[in-house]
């Protein structure tokens, strides 16, 4: 079976900095995808960033990056220069093989003005 | 281009009703699925499909029924409704990648947050 666990119910940050989101998992896959996903107030869900296990180089998009430390089953996500519209809550997920899409419960992020 | 459609937005019910959520997709992913949402918990899936005609159980099945007669669309079904089943959900869908439960990046519908009182 395969979880995620997100060690941080609630951040927050101030606008143009910089903010980490923790994020854990656990396949016994060997090769798998993890993603974070947003859901802003509106409540759809957007996917943000996808990083696929076997690659080594971390993902980015834009001023989204992940820190993916393949051994330690850790895959945290940085914003840079938060906006506030990047105020949503974020999901980790994991999927490998056979497996369905596992999501984390979840970080609500609050980027201040 | 409409992605996952889902209706209604929002509803209502008293305990023991029944209802359909529809959820539709134009994308001809084969790959459907219903989550729910509820605080805390993040989205734990439902029901899933893999193709017309193939339904399967996820993690929290129970007092819900799917069918999938057409690859477009996915209803979810609450035969008897129960308090316990108040929470936002959500369709998403996936283009299948070989043996694999799709690629993993799922395309949402906006939710449907139900009521049951």
């Known amino acids: 079976a395969q979880t995620v666990t997100q060690s941080q119910p609630e951040m927050s940050v101030q606008e143009a900095e910089t903010v980490t989101l923790s994020c854990t998992y656990d396949t016994s896959e060997s090769n798998y995808y993890l993603f974070w996903y947003k859901q802003p107030p509106s409540r759809q869900m957007i996917l943000v960033i996808r990083?696929?296990?076997?690659?080594?180089q971390n993902a980015t998009e834009n001023r989204f990056s992940v820190n993916f430390q393949k051994a330690a089953k850790s895959f945290s996500l940085k914003i840079s220069d938060s906006q506030l519209g990047d105020t949503a809550m974020y999901f980790c997920a994991v999927q490998g093989g056979s497996e369905k899409l596992v999501f984390g419960k979840g970080t609500k992020l609050t980027v201040n003005p | 281009n409409a992605g996952v459609t889902q209706t209604p937005k929002f509803q209502v019910l008293k305990t023991g009703q029944s209802m359909t959520l529809q959820c539709a997709q134009d994308?001809?992913?084969?790959?459907m699925s219903w989550y729910r949402q509820d605080p805390g918990m993040g989205l734990r899936l439902i029901h899933y499909?893999?193709?017309?005609?193939i339904t399967d159980q996820g993690e929290v099945p129970n007092g819900y029924n799917v069918s999938r007669s057409t690859t477009e669309d996915f209803p979810l079904r609450l035969l008897s409704a129960a308090p316990s089943q108040t929470s936002v959900y959500f369709c998403?869908?996936?283009?299948?990648?070989?043996?694999?439960w799709g690629t993993g990046e799922l395309f949402f519908g906006e939710g449907s947050r139900l009521t049951v009182l």
């Open positions: 994308m001809n992913h084969e790959y």
């Open positions: 998403a869908s996936s283009p299948l990648g070989g043996a694999r």
């Open positions: 499909s893999v193709g017309a005609g």
């Open positions: 990083q696929e296990a076997y690659k080594q």
